[in-house]
């Protein structure tokens, strides 16, 4: 659904996205993470038509950006990193003119703008005006007005970024729903925690390159290395080391249990636990070791930092 | 057609209904529409008493027409803040975004801006010229001819569009609210002398059909303007600058690059870049070409017609000045003794910068104007100078071909570079910027100048100032 090769854009000599390539299918959810100024809006604006490449293309549903930049916003909802409402405009007022900018007729416009409304939570404030709203309130008016034409390709930058969290659960729920009705979705986000509860794949780019693209469990093994799992004995227990089986990196040992990391769990663990039993340990449990996102990013970025940049 | 203009009344009414809940719109426009003419009308009349209490013989009447000249003119430069804000305030407030990413075509966001822009100005001035009228036919003064004022409603309505189309040009350009306001100047300085020039047309013109005249080349220019702001007007260019810097060695470095080239000879700097120019041009030139004859040809028929009726009233003495005179002006330098080399080939390379310099600043009119007439007093001349006895035909193969072959070859390619200058600004160019626009295009004239133009003017004024006067006084 959107495809993008050796996508670049400089601005005189400073590259600020240098030779993305994205592949998100229909039904996916990207999530695009990096620091300020990594070259992430400038992606969506280039996915959007607003910037030229000034190398490689960009496709969306199998147009080319750059030559049909028309066909494209019409089926792309675009939630811009600055709310950009208009402040004097009532909520339904704003919602209808953009269901006209979408040539969205009558009966349809008001169909879809009071579903959002009622839907964030704002169909009571929908005759005040916009200027009177709360952060949260025009952020999920913001994101009201990217929906109102019930766009197949969804970019949104930092869509809860103002939100409380009752909000941004609402926020991310109807994402979720847009997800599984087939639309595809670019998220730009530093919302680590976010990122991780709804994409499908995830990309961290910096200084305009991608430095990795792909499922968040690939991501961890690739980043974090292989699985780490963790035993609890109920009392002090010494289990030593060389009872391990070939293979397994025993990462800590302490009096009520250890940590070890194997590539072969389903070979390797059945042996681990025919061991303890075998010895009479007082387990009490074996799981797998929780990795978060927010690891695998900070490893990539030190990584990047420390090598200068560049993978 | 209809459905496409839609969007463009979407957005004009969105921004309208936007203004009107705007009090710091309003109040000043306001008080603007009533207080002016009220200032106008009270000045007007002191004025004629102290004139009059000296000897002068006016009355109030005279001042009318050129009063709703200034009141319809004095409220557009401040409701010109619309236009002006129209894109860069929006890119200020950060709302140009959302409105970028819909399905708006370019020319729909453009116009859609621009008619707001000429309906705040508009109605303000239109609403402060009938309360002036109100209140001059209370004072029972005689209101101007119905035309007269139509003209004068006319005039005001090219007056908006042409300051309105040039602030959204300024606010697709500028980078911020701040910039956009303060290049305003730029807009209403020219218009205010636009006016002094149409105030002596209603003042002296002595013909009713002068207004209507300058009413549609105001509209031209306008249109001119609408067409440059829609051609350069690029969505990238809104969002991609986000601060106002003056980069000189940017300026210096493309300029040069394109003037210059990768040649590394100077026949090869002829072959690519003059040549190059050369080829980008030939639409020009043979355009100026046929302006050259038209003109030519024109004011020869012309004077042949007006000659004998205009020359039978002046006396022998005022013959010879007026001769004098146009063959100064007409290419026959020669004539006079005192013309050296050095002044020739300085007054020709003048005449050609000050071409381009008119023409910078019109999208090439004004240039292309100079021309005509530079070219057009030829013909004339030689119409004048064959009624008062001299054979025209000897004149020109004597007195011009010598020197214009070279000479008016100059000319005519600066002035195709001219014409060329402004056909590219008017022209979309969704690659480039309209500063990098200007620029080339700058580098081209340059090219053809220097390449060209001064070694043809250099050769013209050896022949003009040493070769010439001779065979002239064979045949004179």
């Not at chain 1, 019409?74 to 007022?93: F, N, P």
């Not at chain 1, 927010?294 to 930092?305: C, I, N, P, R, S």
């Not at chain 2, 008062?388 to 007195?399: P, Q, T, Y």
């Amino acid at each position: 659904m959107i495809e993008t090769k050796n996508l670049s854009k400089a601005f005189q000599d400073f590259w600020a996205v240098d030779d993305v390539n994205l592949d998100v299918e229909a039904g996916q959810i990207l999530a695009l993470l990096g620091q300020n100024g990594a070259g992430k809006t400038t992606t969506i604006r280039m996915l959007t038509g607003l910037l030229r490449p000034t190398r490689g293309w960009a496709k969306i549903d199998g147009r080319d950006v750059v030559a049909e930049p028309t066909a494209i916003r019409s089926s792309v909802g675009v939630l811009t990193e600055q709310h950009g409402l208009y402040l004097r405009m009532t909520a339904d007022e704003y919602l209808d003119f953009f269901g006209r900018v979408y040539q969205l007729d009558a009966d349809k416009r008001k169909k879809r703008s009071d579903y959002l409304l009622e839907y964030f939570g704002l169909a009571r404030a929908a005759k005040r005006r916009i200027g009177e709203y709360s952060k949260g309130m025009r952020q999920k008016l913001a994101l009201a007005r990217t929906l109102i034409h019930e766009p197949p390709v969804l970019l949104l930058d930092e869509p809860t970024s103002a939100m409380d969290p009752e909000s941004a659960r609402l926020v991310r729920d109807e994402i979720a729903n847009l997800r599984s009705s087939q639309r595809t979705i670019v998220i730009c986000t530093h919302n680590l925690v976010e990122a991780e509860a709804l994409a499908d794949r995830i990309a961290i780019i910096y200084q305009g390159k991608i430095l990795v693209n792909d499922n968040l469990d690939a991501l961890k093994r690739k980043v974090l290395g292989s699985p780490e799992y963790e035993v609890l004995f109920s009392e002090d227990w010494d289990f030593p080391e060389s009872s391990l089986p070939k293979g397994v990196e025993m990462l800590s040992q302490e009096a009520r249990g250890f940590s070890f990391r194997t590539s072969a769990p389903e070979e390797t663990n059945p042996l681990i636990l025919r061991e303890l039993g075998h010895v009479n340990a007082p387990v009490l449990t074996l799981q797998k070791k929780q990795r978060s996102l927010e690891q695998v990013y900070l490893k990539v970025m030190a990584d990047a930092q420390g090598q200068g940049g560049l993978q | 057609m209809k459905e496409k203009l839609a969007p463009v009344w979407l957005l004009a009414g969105r921004e309208l209904r936007d203004q009107f809940r705007d009090w710091r719109i309003l109040f000043p426009l306001i008080v603007l529409t009533f207080f002016f003419p009220l200032l106008t009308n009270s000045f007007a009349g002191e004025v004629i008493g102290f004139m009059n209490r000296y000897g002068g013989d006016l009355i109030l009447d005279r001042l009318v027409p050129f009063s709703i000249l200034i009141i319809g003119f004095f409220p557009v430069t401040v409701a010109l803040v619309v236009a002006l804000e129209s894109f860069v305030g929006e890119k200020e407030r950060g709302t140009i975004e959302p409105l970028l990413s819909s399905p708006l075509l370019d020319w729909q966001l453009y116009l859609g801006k621009l008619f707001v822009g000429i309906f705040f100005p508009l109605l303000a001035s239109y609403a402060g010229i009938s309360f002036y009228l109100v209140l001059i036919s209370h004072q029972n003064l005689n209101l101007p001819p119905t035309m007269q004022i139509l003209q004068l409603l006319a005039l005001t309505f090219a007056h908006s569009v042409l300051m309105v189309s040039a602030a959204i040009v300024v606010s697709t350009q500028a980078t911020s609210i701040r910039a956009a306001n303060l290049l305003a100047s730029f807009i209403i300085i020219p218009v205010a002398l636009l006016i002094q020039g149409e105030s002596i047309l209603l003042f002296w013109g002595g013909n009713d059909q002068v207004l209507w005249m300058a009413t549609l080349g105001v509209l031209m220019l306008a249109v001119i303007l609408i067409r440059v702001g829609i051609a350069h007007f690029q969505r990238e260019y809104l969002l991609g600058r986000e601060v106002d810097t003056l980069n000189l060695k940017w300026l210096g470095s493309t300029f040069w690059q394109e003037f210059r080239g990768s040649g590394s000879t100077l026949w090869a700097w002829y072959q690519v870049q003059v040549g190059g120019a050369l080829r980008r041009l030939r639409t020009s030139i043979l355009l100026v070409f046929v302006l050259a004859i038209a003109s030519s040809v024109t004011s020869y028929v012309w004077v042949s017609e007006i000659a004998p009726t205009y020359l039978s009233k002046m006396s022998t003495e005022e013959i010879g000045t007026m001769v004098d005179e146009l063959t100064a002006s007409g290419g026959l330098t020669s004539l006079n003794e005192n013309v050296s080399f050095g002044y020739i080939f300085s007054h020709n390379l003048r005449a050609v910068v000050v071409m381009l310099i008119l023409g910078v600043f019109s999208f090439g009119i004004l240039g292309e104007l100079l021309y005509i007439v530079n070219i057009g007093v030829i013909g004339g001349l030689l119409a004048g100078l064959q009624y008062v006895g001299f054979s025209a035909f000897d004149l020109f193969i004597n007195g011009i071909l010598p020197h214009g072959v070279f000479e008016l070859s100059a000319i005519l390619l600066a002035s195709a570079a001219v014409l060329y200058f402004g056909a590219v600004l008017i022209t979309p160019s969704p690659e480039r910027t309209m500063g990098e626009v200007i620029v080339v295009s700058l580098a081209d004239w340059t090219k053809i100048f220097v390449g060209l133009v001064v070694p043809l003017l250099f050769i013209a004024a050896l022949i003009e100032s040493y070769i010439t006067p001779g065979l002239l006084l064979n045949v004179m």
